[in-house]
Each structure stands twice: as structure tokens, then as C-alpha cells.
């Protein structure tokens, strides 16, 4: 059970803080009292625990179990959304959620740690209780007893929804032997539904995350020149990204001779490489805020573009993505994007495979490919609220020049809207 200290225990808390079990059991402390979040109302954690309630209702589920961690495929998924937690410490750590009864979040430490967790989320969840050292799952079962649910339908929601990833191993088999008479069902994908159209609060953070891709390419250029390295790159745009109040998704950013290309898209670990007036800059970025990410990328020239590169630009990455930023819009089919990217083929140019994606937390569906779309029945036709990421890359014939284009995109009732402020064109520093 979560304790809750009383000022005489606090008095004697504060005097045995040199004591383990003393120290990393400590709660309602005068700790942090002055931190300061940004949070959500309390109104939008309402919304989003009925709109979870009415899910398991459908599913037949009396309490799920979600997962969320620093893996770029969830960015905290279904915990940081019910808690407003986002987790670097833990592969994963827990919100209890049963459908009727109060959230629980379980993290992964204690002591001060733990206290200030509990500033950070106080306006969605009030009962914040250690995992005591990777027993989670213990901790789990306990909640679950405590709401009655022991023989109920657990779910267990992804901790990483794009490899199908689940709990440790360790922490599932301990569930079990803690609720044997409970039926726990692995769901699948179960969060995509209810972030991929977003409410007014969400789509704020959208914005902002936005803002921050334009302060990302802004500080790349600005570092963009001879002598610098692909790191130093790197270093100037995480610096951006946290400036703005911003967490670092991913950071791609590789470079390449512009007379003798040799890369189609940025490298995932940029490098030492040094850069040289006549290079070109291939990026893509991501920069996140309160769990709600948007991504950027956009060629960048060190000098003057040859003749190969400016063409390439003018005739075939730029009015190739017009296309496909065309075909956004409410009520459109994601396949529409699909026809707009055979504008690349026709030309006698090759991409790579993906077109667009949407973004819930970070990258998801719906997918668009140079051969056809992946979609849910909820996400095959475009929803005022939902974001994309229209990001095409083609690649010459020959395989070695190649341009990222990408924005982020949020659809409206009538039209849809860029996030960032970067220009459209062939940036030259």
C-alpha cells in the first residue's frame, strides 16, 4: 500500500535519512515543493481515462498494464499518456490502469527520485509507488488486488507497439505466479487509437515540437560550416531541442561531396567526419515535447549547389513532395499520398520505400509506400486532429544522389498545417 506520512513521520523521516529503507520509503516530503511542470488539465486526463475505459470496456478488460520507456517506438507509449511521465531510467515502468479505480503509476526508484515523479504527475495520478528495486511486477499485483480484479482479465499493453516487444520476461512470469487465477491477454497496437487524433491539448504540443524543428535546422545551419563534424552538428541541434524545453528523439545527420555524392539519406550515427565547402548536409530530426513529437529534414549546401544538385532539387524533390503534401487533407484517403509518389518513378528516379507516416507519439500509422498504404479501418482516410509525416526521398537512377524532404504536418477541418517554419527550398550557408 502507498504510505502517506503524517508530520510527526516526516519529523522522524527527516532525521533517518541515512537509513535505506527509511530514505527510499520517504513520501509527502517538503522536497521539490517549488518544482514547476508543464501539465495538462485535468480535464484532458479525464478524457483520455474515459476514452481507455470505453477501449477495455469493448475488450472485456478489467484492468491493463502500460508500458512506457525511452524507446524511440512508444517515447514513453501508454504511461507517459496516462501519467505525463517521461522515463530515461528504466527499460520500462508501469501505470496499473483498472477500469474501475484510480490509475497507480509504479517507477522504477525511490527516495527523492520517487518525490519528484510525484510533483512531475501530480495533476493526472496521485498514487505514485516505487517498483523497490525491479519488483514491479509485485507491485502490480498488489494494485490489482487491492481493486478487486486478482481474477479478472489483465491486459498487458506493448512497450514497444513496432517490434511487438511486451514486459521483461521477469516481471511477466512474476505476474503470473502473483495472480494465477487472472487471465492476462497481450494486446496488440491498443494505444494507436485513441492518440492518433489528438485533442486541442495535444495538438499545442505538436506545435511546440514543431517550433523546435525550426530552432534545430536554424542551429545546424548555423553550425554547418568547413572544419565542423557531423557531431559538432549533432551537439548544436540536441542543444536546440532542450533550450525550447525539448527532449531529443533522434538526431540523423550525415554529409556528402556534392560533385561525387554517395548518400541518399543521413547517417544515423553522425560521424567525425569533417566538413568541406561543396558538401551537402542530408538530415532528419526529431525533437519531442511533453511526448508529442515532429520531425524535420531538408538538404543543406556548404557553397553553392552544383548543376546536378540545384536540378535534382527544382525538378524532382521539391515538386515531388508538393505532390504528395497535396494529396493532406480531411477526408482524403491515405492512398491518395500512394498515387501522388509514383511522380518519382515516372521521372525515372528511385526513392526509398516509405512515403509518409503518421505520428501518435512518434512514428506510426498510417504508413504510405512507394507500393501501397498500411492502415487501421480508423486511420485509412484522414481525420481533422490526426499528424503526419510526409517525408519522400528520392534517390537518382544511379543510386547516389539522394534528397530527405520532410515536414510535419497536422490535418485541420479544412486544410492541413505545417508546424515548423522552415522554408521550402534549397537552403545554401
Not at 518544482?35 to 486526463?45: D, L
Not at 486541442?200 to 517550433?211: I, N, S
Not at 515531388?320 to 492512398?335: D, F, K, L
Request: with cysteine; proline share 6%; charged share 25%.
Amino acid at each position: 500500500m502507498a504510505r502517506n506520512f503524517t508530520s510527526a513521520e516526516w519529523e522522524e523521516t527527516s532525521k533517518r535519512l541515512d537509513h535505506q529503507q527509511t530514505f527510499a520509503r520517504m513520501r509527502n516530503t517538503p522536497y521539490y515543493r517549488d518544482a514547476v511542470y508543464a501539465q495538462f488539465s485535468r480535464a484532458e486526463y479525464e478524457r483520455r481515462f474515459a476514452a481507455l475505459r470505453a477501449k477495455m470496456e469493448r475488450h472485456d478488460l478489467d484492468v491493463v498494464i502500460c508500458p512506457g520507456g525511452p524507446s524511440h517506438w512508444s517515447f514513453g507509449g501508454g504511461m507517459l499518456w496516462l501519467s505525463g511521465h517521461w522515463e530515461w531510467h528504466c527499460a520500462a515502468v508501469y501505470v496499473v490502469f483498472p477500469r474501475k479505480g484510480e490509475p497507480t503509476l509504479i517507477y522504477g526508484m525511490g527516495g527523492t527520485h520517487i518525490e519528484a515523479v510525484r510533483r512531475e504527475v501530480s495533476v493526472a495520478i496521485s498514487d505514485v509507488r516505487s517498483g523497490r528495486n525491479g519488483k514491479f511486477a509485485e507491485v502490480m499485483a498488489e494494485r490489482i488486488r487491492e481493486v478487486g480484479a486478482e481474477r479478472g482479465r489483465i491486459g498487458l499493453l506493448e512497450l514497444d507497439s513496432r517490434h511487438k516487444d511486451y514486459m521483461p520476461a521477469n516481471q511477466y512470469l512474476r505476474l503470473r505466479e502473483e495472480l494465477p487465477q487472472a487471465e492476462i491477454v497481450f494486446t496488440e497496437g491498443f494505444m494507436h487509437e485513441l492518440v492518433v487524433v489528438k485533442s486541442d491539448e495535444e495538438l499545442e504540443c505538436v506545435r511546440h515540437a514543431g517550433r523546435l524543428c525550426t530552432d534545430a535546422m536554424r542551429a545546424l545551419a548555423e553550425r554547418a560550416k568547413p572544419g565542423a563534424t557531423e557531431q559538432d552538428l549533432r551537439a548544436a541541434v540536441g542543444a536546440a531541442i532542450l533550450e525550447g524545453g525539448g527532449d531529443i528523439d533522434f538526431i540523423i545527420i550525415g554529409s556528402t561531396p556534392m560533385e561525387d555524392p554517395a548518400l541518399v539519406f543521413g547517417n544515423p550515427r553522425p560521424s567525425l567526419r569533417k566538413l568541406e565547402k561543396g558538401d551537402m548536409i542530408l538530415m532528419e530530426l526529431a525533437a519531442g515535447y511533453r511526448g508529442y513529437s515532429a520531425q524535420i529534414g531538408q538538404p543543406i549546401c556548404i557553397g553553392t549547389p552544383t548543376e546536378r544538385v540545384q536540378k535534382f532539387w527544382d525538378e524532382i524533390a521539391k515538386p515531388g513532395y508538393e505532390r504528395v503534401t497535396a494529396a493532406i487533407g480531411p477526408g482524403r484517403p491515405v492512398t491518395d499520398m500512394v498515387e501522388a509518389a509514383r511522380f518519382f518513378r515516372d521521372n525515372n528516379c528511385q526513392s526509398r520505400p516509405i512515403v509518409t507516416h503518421g505520428i501518435d507519439f512518434v512514428s506510426d500509422g498510417p504508413h504510405v509506400y512507394i507500393e501501397g498504404a498500411k492502415t487501421h479501418d480508423f486511420d485509412e482516410v484522414l481525420r481533422p486532429g490526426m499528424v503526419l509525416m510526409p517525408e519522400p526521398n528520392p534517390i537518382s537512377a544511379d543510386g547516389r544522389l539522394g534528397m530527405f524532404v520532410g515536414h510535419t504536418f497536422i490535418v485541420t477541418e479544412t486544410d492541413r498545417e505545417c508546424v515548423d517554419d522552415w522554408p521550402l527550398e534549397l537552403t545554401v550557408v
